[in-house]
């Protein structure tokens, strides 16, 4: 079993940045596929990134591409979502998962997940 602690959310103004970590417990970490999720008030939880065990592969939503990174080191069970020109509309509960099967911009796939971290962007 896996399980996660999120840390690095708060709150900051439209164009700022935040990365956020997701560290892992358990031997097994660099074995999973790795994703960040997030869930707005009143609506679904969307798939936002997600990485391959290696590294080597990254995919991302529409909605984030070219402002946010994902990137993971295996050796410190962590997983990092860099966002940057950060949106109103990216305010959202941020939660990263894991799995090791399945279509990887389904949340419903994710075997295992972090309890989340808010972020909100506002001026």
């Known amino acids: 079993q896996v399980q996660f602690v999120e840390s690095g959310g708060g709150l900051v103004q439209p164009g700022g940045s935040l990365r956020l970590s997701c560290a892992a417990s358990?031997?097994?970490?660099?074995?999973?596929?790795m994703g960040w999720f997030r869930q707005a008030p009143g609506k679904e939880r969307e798939f936002v990134a997600g990485i391959s065990w290696s590294g080597g592969s990254t995919y991302y939503a529409e909605s984030v591409k070219g402002r946010f990174t994902i990137y993971r080191d295996n050796a410190k069970n962590t997983v990092y979502l860099q966002m940057n020109k950060l949106k109103p509309e990216d305010t959202a509960v941020y939660s990263c998962?894991?799995?090791?099967?399945?279509?990887?911009?389904?949340?419903?796939?994710?075997?295992?997940w972090g309890q989340g971290t808010q972020v909100t962007v506002s001026s």
């Open positions: 998962a894991a799995r090791r099967s399945g279509t990887y911009y389904l949340p419903n796939e994710y075997d295992y």
């Open positions: 358990g031997r097994t970490f660099s074995s999973y596929f």
